[in-house]
């Protein structure tokens, strides 16, 4: 079965630029796309960056710009680089595969996610 988990997360001073990874497991399809979502505290989950198959990027308007998605598939890992973060990027960011990511969507298309990495931002 695929499995997603996600490393990177910590506390992290405002304007820093910290790199999350998201190493997978298990067969997914080509079809499938890759992306990050983040939780904010009392906020509901939405879609921030994802990344198809044939590598196009793509980005909700309140990290583009900032944060930066790619993949190294000889790896299987999934990096979503961030920076200039301030305290509104605190939130639990997690890794996730399926049909389509949507940027923020809270999850349609998901058929997989990996267990959250926390950013703290201060």
Known sequence: SV????SGGGSVPAG????LSCTHSGYISSRHCMGWFR???GKAR????GIRSDGDEY???????RFTISQDNAKNII??????????DTA?????AGTRIIVGDDGEGVTKWGQGTQVTVS
């Open 92 to 96: 639990m960011y997690y890794c996730a």
């Open 39 to 41: 939780q904010a505290p």
């Open 79 to 88: 990096y979503l680089q961030m920076s200039s973060l301030t305290p509104d």
């Open 3 to 6: 499995q997603l988990v996600e």
């Open 16 to 19: 820093g630029s910290p790199r």
């Open 59 to 65: 980005y909700a308007g309140s990290v583009r710009g």
């Open 46 to 49: 939405e879609g921030i960056a």
